[in-house]
């Protein structure tokens, strides 16, 4: 270690620190300061981010379902909140090939009452209530570390220095990263956040839970034909490009100013490891029901984020002693609604009410934090549809069947639990698997990865180490290449991993840069040989309205 990486952190303290200014930091944030004026008591909060601003690392689909935020902000409508376009019609249809047919809309997927919206522009929005409280805000600060007292208890997180060069060494604009103390530390940096991973393994918070399935999301923004938008109309597709054996879908949501949200989830249990979910997006916009939406218009942005769809029987042991999970990185998606933003907002309420009350103690750990979910409406929902997602591990049909079941007779309340296994794990060998021709892209629907990637905002200080770390380099060759054919290839959305075949001998090249954060590859990796760790603050996309 250097002179330089050797100097004193400057440091901070809080009583809450809060790691994310997403939709669970933000409201666990802003309930602390409600309660602390309410009850006349000072409290010290905190809230981080990596992103440059608040949201810019946001993506959603998304439409919000508002009772949440009914709770945290009851006159909210006339706080001119950014919930301006409200769902008037729902419609659902499975493709074929060449057809789109349509269904009837199952009971979780009606978005009567919610509002379709830019998550980015609602966290920005609550960010400043927050600071309008006392909250004190900084975006840019990457949490690189987990900070332990005497006792080994969580005392806080401690950002990433900056300026250190490709070589590991200390460069000009070296400036060595902040310690941000607190008496507890609240996790809401999203689905598989590296901090998470870290308190996983240091607390065995995963023991006695199913192993966590993920989806990746991939969306785009579109301004079209303003002859073609509907205002608040919110469509699913299920069926095409996907074959019956791997779960996926789509939404589309008209916004505002001829304005369509459109994007594709591909369940990461896939087992072809030939399939692409980019290229899978790119195809479904060519299906004709979809090609006639968006022709004559223009695509504005691009984004791809995994999210958390294990359910209820996935979610983590929540607390450790000196801080707590909330929001994604406890896994609170509602799978067959399609939605998580409502669910991680109410998670950081019930956080902040059990942590306002904890601190008047001492006590390392907020034990009651669970009980109090529990006996929320936010688990209620979580239980009811614990199976649906599970179920779909045996296939299209399957899933679809035992969705209707469950939805219209048993309404959730079956007396058994279905069960989820790790999506590493599913990839089949290359040799046992077909490969998949996708068309090139036509420039006009379809696009590739780097274009894509540019429309992003993704930047990176070039002169730093690789934030995705190979455990083992020979095994991406010796395993990833000739077994599966070099699967990290194709599941990134953002071309970051490349073979190189410069000589005689193959060999990976990771094109960090091109990054959007989306944490695929540290989900999807046949032996997690990748560790995504967190870059310099600021770094990755800059998504204004995703």
């Not at 892209?441 to 990865?449: A, N, Q, T, Y």
């Not at 959007?516 to 800059?542: A, F, L, M, S, Y």
Request: overall charge neutral; aromatic content about 8%; proline content about 6%.
């Amino acid at each position: 270690m250097s002179d330089a990486e050797q100097t004193p952190r400057e440091s901070m303290s809080y009583d809450v620190l809060v790691v994310g200014a997403g939709p669970a930091g933000l409201s666990c944030a802003i309930r602390l300061k409600q309660l602390a004026r309410e009850k006349g008591r000072e409290l010290s909060v905190c809230v981080i981010d990596k992103g440059s601003e608040v949201g810019a690392h946001l993506l959603s689909g998304a439409v919000l379902e508002p009772r949440a935020l009914d709770e945290l902000f009851p006159d909210w409508r006339t706080m001119d909140a950014p919930l301006d376009v409200p769902a008037v019609e729902d419609r659902m249809f499975f493709l074929t090939r060449g057809k789109a047919w349509r269904l009837p809309v199952p009971p979780p997927m009606r978005n009567h009452g919610n509002y379709i919206v830019s998550l980015g522009r609602l966290a920005r929005w609550m960010a400043a209530q927050a600071e309008s409280l006392g909250v004190e805000i900084y975006p840019g600060f990457a949490a690189a570390e987990i900070l332990y007292d005497e006792r080994g208890r969580v005392a806080g997180v401690a950002t990433g220095d900056v300026g250190i060069g490709k070589d590991g060494q200390p460069g000009g604009r070296f400036t060595r990263g902040v310690e941000l103390r607190a008496r507890q530390t609240v996790i809401a940096e999203g689905c598989r956040g590296s901090l998470t991973k870290m308190l996983f393994e240091k607390f065995k918070l995963r023991d006695g839970c199913d192993p966590q399935t993920y989806g990746l999301g991939i969306k785009e923004i579109w301004e079209i034909n303003p002859a073609k938008h509907s205002p608040g109309l919110v469509q699913h597709t299920v069926g095409y490009p996907m074959d019956a054996r791997t779960y996926g879908g789509s939404w589309l949501y008209h916004w505002e100013k001829n304005l369509v949200s459109i994007g594709f989830v591909v369940g990461l249990d896939y087992e072809n490891p030939y399939l692409s979910p980019f290229e899978e997006f790119q195809r479904f916009k060519q299906h004709p029901h979809i090609r006639a939406l968006l022709e004559g218009g223009k695509r504005l942005s691009y984004g791809a984020r995994s999210l958390s769809e294990g359910g209820i029987q996935s979610v983590p042991k929540l607390t450790f002693p000196g801080g707590l999970l909330a929001g994604d990185a406890a896994g609170f998606l509602n799978v067959p609604k399609i939605k998580g933003n409502h669910t991680a907002m109410k998670s950081g309420i019930v956080a902040a009410e059990a942590l306002f009350d904890h601190l008047t103690g001492d006590g390392a750990e907020v034990m009651d934090y669970r009980m109090r979910l529990e006996g929320s409406w936010l688990w209620d929902e979580l239980y009811r549809v614990r199976n649906i997602r599970p179920a779909f591990h045996a296939g299209l049909w399957a899933g679809l069947l035992y969705a209707a079941i469950d939805n219209v007779l048993l309404r959730g309340r079956a007396p058994w639990t279905l069960h989820n296994h790790a999506d590493n794990i599913t990839l089949k060998p290359a040799r046992f698997c077909a490969k998949i021709d996708y068309p090139k892209p036509d420039g006009v629907i379809s696009f590739d990865r780097l274009s894509s990637v540019f429309l992003s905002n993704t930047n990176h200080e070039e002169d730093q180490p690789a934030h995705l770390h190979l455990r083992d380099p020979a095994v991406a060759i010796d395993v990833n290449l000739k077994i599966y054919d070099a699967p990290e290839t194709r599941y990134c959305p953002a071309g970051v991993y490349e073979i190189v075949r410069d000589g005689e001998a193959p060999r990976l090249q990771i094109n960090a840069q091109n990054c959007v954060h989306c944490k695929t590859c540290d989900i999807k990796d046949p032996t997690q040989n990748i560790d995504w760790r967190v870059p310099e603050g600021g770094g990755g996309p800059n998504y204004q309205d995703m």
